[in-house]
């Protein structure tokens, strides 16, 4: 059947999350960063704790001893919710499809990956409709809170903090991170005082492009859709930007930094 494109809000997402995982348990496995990791509520979302949570999308059934695992995620600026609304999406057609469909390409995604979706990592900001995340009467950016390319005041979000630490269990071969506003499919570098190319320049533009080009162009002209380029050129450079972070803080010793994360963690771990 059809279904109508309706954004969700906080509570509806988490209430999908949970659906999801009771009607395809042995398809989805899902936690949240909370209980899994100790990372401590950004307060209060309607009366409950508000709660990062992230779901993981694989067969079991066909799983060897490792598989590529890939990474999405919505919401780090919680007033944002196409990011929320997109992943969720994207977790049901997957799923859907995996029972119901006929795409073998889609098949083969969840027979063949891990997909570890978050959607909204800015828990509170998605709840409240607000950019920011608010912490102990700080107002503070999600997307300036990553060790790469700033001072040691970072990861003190909780927002930054839940992807941190699902990140440190897992090898991330792609991930994509989903922002609303404009238009771009954009990749590395997204810091303010990088210059150059990635490493990883002819990859990263290639599967950009790639994506831009299946997106199609705007109706009547000749112009992607999305446009492609790096993040300094198609938006604007950031210091602490989650994509600089998620792709060189294993490996850039230069601009990677060790952060003060005592506000995020319980007990001032």
């Known amino acids: ?14 209430q999908e999350i949970k659906r999801l995982n009771e ?3 042995d398809l989805v496995e899902i936690g949240n960063a909370q209980e899994k990791y100790g990372v401590r509520s950004p307060g209060d979302c309607g009366g409950e704790p508000c709660t990062q949570w992230f779901l993981r999308i694989t067969n079991e059934a066909t799983l060897r001893k490792t598989r590529p695992e890939v990474f999405f995620s919505g919401s780090l600026h919680g007033n944002e919710e196409i990011g929320p609304t997109t992943t969720i999406e994207f977790a049901r057609l997957l799923l859907e499809n995996y029972k119901f469909g006929k795409n073998p390409w889609l098949k083969r995604l969840v027979n063949t990956r891990s997909i570890y979706i978050m959607p909204s990592a800015n ?11 608010h912490l102990d009467g700080k107002r503070m950016d999600p ?5 790469y390319d700033r001072n040691s005041n970072c990861m003190e979000t909780t927002a930054a903090r839940a992807v941190n630490e699902l990140w440190r269990e897992h090898l991330f071969q792609l991930a994509i991170t989903f922002h609303g506003g404009m238009r771009a499919i954009s990749y590395e570098w997204g810091s303010i005082h990088r210059t150059g190319r990635s490493p990883d320049d002819v990859g990263f533009s290639t599967i950009a492009q790639g994506m831009g ?4 162009n705007d ?6 859709f999305y446009p492609v380029g790096t993040l300094t050129d198609k938006v604007y450079g950031v210091a602490g930007g989650m994509e600089d972070w998620a792709y060189a803080a294993s490996w850039d010793m230069t601009y990677t930094k060790t952060c003060n994360a005592r506000s995020s963690m319980p007990n001032g771990v």
């Open 23 to 25: 009607q395809y348990p």
């Open 219 to 224: 109706i009547g002209s000749s112009r992607q």
């Open 213 to 216: 080009t299946y997106a199609g």
């Open 123 to 133: 828990a509170w900001g998605y709840f409240h409709e607000t950019r920011e995340e």
């Open 1 to 14: 059947g059809t279904r109508a494109f309706t954004y969700i809000n906080y509570r509806s997402c988490v």
């Open 143 to 147: 997307n300036r809170d990553f060790g």
